[in-house]
């Protein structure tokens, strides 16, 4: 069960902190990605880290200005968001893959996959 808080409006170039806990379950087990949905636009994924925590990837629209990590004593990763852009308006969902230990993350990506889904949470960027 993945549990999100976090989310909200804020200004253009503004920032935001996404929260997303595995509920107990360890970080080593999962590598675990940040997706958006905005209305009439298919989910797309933003960002991943992996099980070993030592690898993340970005989307290109928002590298540079995100950064995701995580706390294992928490069971939490987090998405920072700055300079946020209108256009970065969505629902943004955290998703985790149960995986052996690994230094990649793309592969949560893989519409193959069936990741586990957090609620979901609402970020509107706009003046």
């Known amino acids: 069960q993945l549990v999100q808080s976090g989310g909200g409006l804020v200004q253009p170039g503004g920032s935001l902190t996404l929260s997303c806990e595995t509920a107990g379950s360890p970080l080593n087990y999962f590598i675990i990605g940040w997706f958006r949905q905005a209305p009439g636009k298919e989910r797309e994924g933003v960002s991943c880290i992996s099980t070993s925590g030592l690898t993340t990837s970005y989307a290109d629209s928002v590298e540079g200005r995100f950064t995701i990590s995580r706390d294992v004593a928490k069971n939490t990763v987090y998405l920072q968001m700055s300079s946020l852009k209108p256009e970065d308006t969505a629902v943004y969902y955290c998703?985790?893959?149960?995986?052996?230990?690994?230094?990649?993350?793309?592969?949560?990506?893989?519409?193959?996959?069936?990741?586990?889904w957090g609620q979901g949470t609402q970020v509107t960027v706009s003046s």
């Open positions: 998703a985790a893959l149960r995986s052996p230990y690994t230094d990649l993350c793309a592969s949560i990506f893989d519409k193959g996959r069936n990741p586990s």
